[in-house]
């Protein structure tokens, strides 16, 4: 299978040390500690990279960096030194006079071959010296892709975790007046650049999710007349449908392995119960049997478990089982409504859908059911969707004639709208790739 | 004026507005009423039509939040629909159920499937053949009325029954 991403050539990092600058040292010591309750954003001074695409490719950088809300990138206005090498050690005391703690050099420039090559420095100022330092390597599609990359790796140099800016999310495309909406599976970067089109609008399409490796989508199509869960090829178009059940297939995810789609099946009593069918064997799991309302599987990370909604109890809950159905426990026991569940790609939180109070609320749990927090509340407000490093939370809001997306990081201090031509629902944010 | 519009272009209300004027209540004129179609009052569509079932039947009823269950004013309207189907057998049934806005997307798409089957059980119930009778949820994805509002949202918590090609 072709990947989109393949063309991308990523060398590792530079040997630096020219000019007397001081090699890599062992570990930062400038770092941001993610995990205290409150964060104070590190001021961060990126001036322009060098290079006729250097200035384009810094913004990204630094919009990147602004919206996960740990960084405070500085007005360049500000700044004291005008970067002319960005491969010499810069004035520390002129950024240190401006309180930068990091400074961020860099320059793009053409290769012989059409390739762009790519290249930053990333410095602490209050330590006098050079921390990271990579060059790249991409063909003209993946610039933005590069900014990305780069953006990623000061976020997980500087915090420690894993970055999620070179990342995309698959979502749906709402388009036309309420009663006669036109929807469209759509996929765009996380920061709403490089929109492409996945389908045509001619049907409902709904819930995408990507597969483990990005390369493909479950989603759920009314294009048979019934509505249905297929599988989508992302590169190749390709279609098909994922079993073949007599009633409405719904609410299909990938197992973490990629082997299996979980998904709800319309029973002929007008309930739904939770499958999984595995997409080599074709064989069907049936992981519960109630008279009720049970959907939105959500595998934990280790694929081990799965959490769901069930209205089981009377209104809808979310329930946790082992992943061959055993031991269904029910998790909440708030006062409200609660669905949507997914699990976090690290393992340790579920966040969710509530409403109480005439609210949508998106939340986070602990998988015990413990613990539970509200990021954000709102008139309309549903399905949340992880960034691969589980710090961040996007999901969709109904304001102003239609659903816009949001994302919201675990403190909930940090909401971010993410732009969007027209209307948009349903996010599913994608993994990274190793 | 949103709201009234969207009431008029509701196709049970319009059956309502013309039981109304059978009893000799005015009706205010609008647009797209009973009276515009040339309908005035029950009977007026030609027996056995899609539009007779429409507009003198009532091809809807409506559930109260989060329920499912048939309510008596449906049971009403549901007993008239079946006794309707079973005097015109050359119909085949889509029954499409659908949820409000408040709710999240999956459990709505379970929410309106669950409706559409209560409403077949019913018809079914009352001896209209299962094998004329099929089922399709919409969810929250197919909403007539389209404020913000309970007015709305009662209207859009529905089954609606369609004979075979004559969509809601």
Known sequence: ?434 | MGRIAALTRNPAMIALVAMLAIAGCASKKTPNSAADLGLNGAGAATPGSAQDFTVNIGDRIFFDTDSTSIRADAQTTLSRQAQWLNQYKQYAIVIEGHADERGTREYNLALGARRAAATRDFLVAKGVSASRLKTISYGKERPVAVCDDISCWSQNRRAVTTLSGAGS
Do not use: C
């Open chain 1, 1 to 434: 299978m072709k990947s989109i991403l393949k063309p991308l050539l990523v060398v590792a990092a530079m040997a630096m040390g020219m000019n007397g600058v001081a090699t890599l040292p062992a570990r930062a010591t400038l770092e941001l500690n993610v995990n205290k309750g409150n964060v104070e954003p590190m001021p961060i001074a990126i001036p322009d990279f060098q290079g006729g695409l250097g200035a384009q490719i810094s913004e990204i950088v630094t919009a990147d960096l602004k919206r996960s809300g740990l960084f405070a990138p500085i007005d360049k206005n500000a700044f004291v030194e005008k970067i002319t090498n960005p491969d010499a050690a810069p004035r520390f005391d002129d950024w240190k006079v401006i309180n930068a703690q990091a400074l961020v050099t860099g320059s793009v420039s053409k290769e012989a071959d059409g390739r762009i090559r790519a290249q930053y420095r990333l410095w602490d100022i209050f330590g006098n010296q050079q921390i990271a330092g990579e060059q790249f390597f991409a063909n003209d599609a993946n610039q933005r892709r590069v900014a990305h990359i780069i953006a990623d790796a000061i976020y997980e140099k500087l915090t420690g975790e894993k970055g999620y800016f070179d990342t995309r999310v698959v979502f749906i495309d709402e388009s036309g007046a309420k009663n006669a909406r036109k929807k469209r599976l759509a996929i765009m970067d996380q920061d709403g650049a490089n929109v492409r089109y996945l389908s045509d609008g001619k049907s409902i399409v709904l819930t995408p999710r990507f597969s483990p490796n990005r390369q493909e989508i479950t989603y759920m199509s009314y294009e048979s007349g019934q509505p249905r869960v297929y599988l989508l090829q992302i590169e190749t178009g390709q279609r098909e449908l994922v079993g073949n059940f007599p009633g409405m297939t719904f609410a299909p995810r990938f197992s973490p392995d990629g082997q299996k789609v979980i998904m709800s099946l319309l029973r002929d009593d007008g309930n739904s119960n939770i499958f999984a069918m595995d997409l080599r064997s074709r064989s069907t799991t049936r992981l519960t049997n109630s008279i009720a309302i049970d959907t939105s599987p959500s595998y934990s990370p280790d694929g081990s478990k799965v959490v769901f909604t069930s209205d089981r109890g009377g209104r809808a809950q979310i329930y946790v089982m082992g992943a061959d159905g055993s031991g269904q426990t029910r998790i909440s026991f708030g006062d409200g409504v609660y669905s949507t569940p997914v699990w976090s790609p690290r393992g340790d939180l579920i966040a969710f859908t509530k409403q109480t109070g005439g609210e949508f609320q998106i939340g986070v749990m602990k998988t015990d059911g413990s613990g539970e927090r509200i990021l954000s509340s709102g008139f309309q407000q549903e399905g949340p969707t992880w960034a691969p490093n589980g710090r961040v939370l996007m999901f969709f809001r109904d304001s102003a004639g239609g659903p816009k997306l949001v994302s919201v990081d675990l403190t909930g201090r940090n909401e971010q709208s993410i732009p969007t031509a027209n209307f948009a629902s349903d996010p599913a944010w994608s993994p990274l790739l190793e």
